[in-house]
């Protein structure tokens, strides 16, 4: 059972919980013949499918499954701890203490910094978010086993969208960036305008690459605009997904497939979907 705002454990309750999962991990690892035999590598797709299911809930501000998720991450790396430590090479506690020192590290604002060369570059003097974010990314190319270069750290599987949204806004944080955020839509037009040219010269590898530079401009103007591009698109796929789905099912109701209606039907159906979700926003919004 969740517990409410007026009803938060204390960091006793919190440490004595976190122990169980851990007892009762270590039992699972011990007893269960599924447990028994993961692996780093037969863990990853199944991490990855919780992480995304963690994210579907918090999209949803579902929070009742966010916490169920957030529970099923935590389990992942709680057993990727487990199985450092059965090889030798850290556990959970290192785990825990590592992020804590880089936590540490990389906030001098909050934790005095004991090195004279972070006081000297002015560091701990962060007075608002940007300049934290802006400080992260110098620290962490002092840090001894830190990142060498400013994009080293954005990994190689994220999502492409994703990704692109990360290399912009680690640049930015070293100041390359558009002095004005207006300026960013020159670029969108010019991209756009290269990309139409390779599509009537009908080159698709170079319509590809030109795309590839439309999206990651588009991006780059939603960074500006402090939206996020993923979020957004997410929303505009639900949508889609909501609409498609009243479409086929008022096409059941007819008792028709879809593939023997007309487009002109479709829309008109689409254009009914969309009627509904505007009476819909009106009511909840009064």
Not at 102 to 129: M, T
Not at 165 to 174: A, G, M, S
Request: charged share 35%; aromatic share 8%.
């Amino acid at each position: 059972m969740i517990s409410n705002e007026i009803d938060m454990h204390t960091k006793e309750e919190k440490l004595a919980a976190f122990g169980r999962l851990l007892d009762v991990l270590d039992d699972l690892r011990e007893k269960c013949p599924w447990d028994h035999k993961q692996t780093n590598e037969s863990l990853r797709p199944n991490t990855i499918e919780e992480t995304f299911e963690l994210c579907d809930a918090l999209l949803k501000n579902d929070v009742k499954h966010i916490c169920e998720e957030l529970g099923d991450v935590m389990m992942h790396v709680m057993f990727y701890a487990k199985i450092g430590s059965e090889e030798g090479h850290f556990d959970i506690a290192d785990v825990c203490n590592q992020e804590a020192d880089k936590l540490i590290f990389r906030h001098p604002h909050v934790y005095p910094p004991a090195s004279p060369d972070v006081k000297k570059e002015g560091f701990e003097q962060a007075v608002d978010a940007k300049q934290v974010l802006q400080n992260w990314e110098q620290i962490k190319l002092k840090e001894k086993d830190g990142n060498k270069r400013v994009l080293s750290g954005v990994p190689h599987s994220l999502p492409s969208l994703i990704k692109a949204y990360r290399i912009q806004d680690k640049v930015r944080n070293v100041g390359f960036d558009w002095q004005e955020k207006e300026q960013v839509w020159d670029k969108v037009r010019e991209e756009l305008h290269e990309l139409e040219q390779e599509l009537q010269k009908n080159d698709e590898e170079k319509a590809t690459k030109e795309l590839g530079d439309f999206l990651f401009s588009v991006i780059n103007a939603a960074r500006l605009y402090h939206l996020n591009p993923d979020n957004a698109l997410e929303y505009t796929n639900q949508k889609f997904i909501r609409r498609f789905n009243h479409v086929e099912e008022r096409a059941i109701q007819e008792g028709r497939a879809l593939k023997d209606m007309t487009l002109e039907e479709m829309d008109a159906l689409w254009d009914e979907a969309k009627h509904i979700e505007s009476l819909q926003e009106q009511e909840f919004g009064e």
